[in-house]
């Protein structure tokens, strides 16, 4: 198992920048893809940012893609998302994620998750 914590999130204005830090905790954290989700008050969680296990493949959703880059440290046992030019829309609880398995965006393929960091964006 792994255990996950997120930090990071916070209030800021739009345009500004944060950068959310996923720590693991457990089995060997480079055994795991990685991702980011996010859910906004009353929407369903959605997927943000993936990961592979080396760090060299990413993919974004495409509200995301030029403004947010996820990335890893495997020697940290750390996931990041580094979000700039964020927007009002951006403003969620952000969760990572760790998928045993597959290479994926849906949120049934991942099997251990943190307990969030929020994000709220004002206008």
């Known amino acids: 198992q792994v255990q996950l914590v997120e930090s990071g999130g916070g209030l800021v204005q739009a345009g500004e920048s944060l950068r959310l830090s996923c720590a693991a905790s457990?089995?060997?954290?480079?055994?795991?893809?990685m991702g980011w989700f996010r859910q906004a008050p009353g929407k369903e969680r959605e997927f943000a940012a993936v990961?592979?296990?080396?760090?060299?493949?990413?993919t974004y959703t495409d509200s995301v893609k030029g403004r947010f880059t996820i990335s890893r440290d495997n020697a940290k046992n750390t996931v990041y998302l580094q979000m700039n030019s964020l927007k009002p829309e951006d403003t969620a609880v952000y969760y990572c994620?760790?998928?045993?398995?597959?290479?994926?965006?849906?949120?049934?393929?991942?099997?251990?998750w943190g307990q969030g960091t929020q994000v709220t964006v004002s206008s």
């Open positions: 994620a760790a998928s045993e398995k597959l290479f994926s965006t849906k949120t049934t393929w991942y099997d251990y």
């Open positions: 457990g089995r060997t954290f480079s055994t795991y893809i």
């Open positions: 990961i592979n296990r080396s760090g060299a493949v990413t």
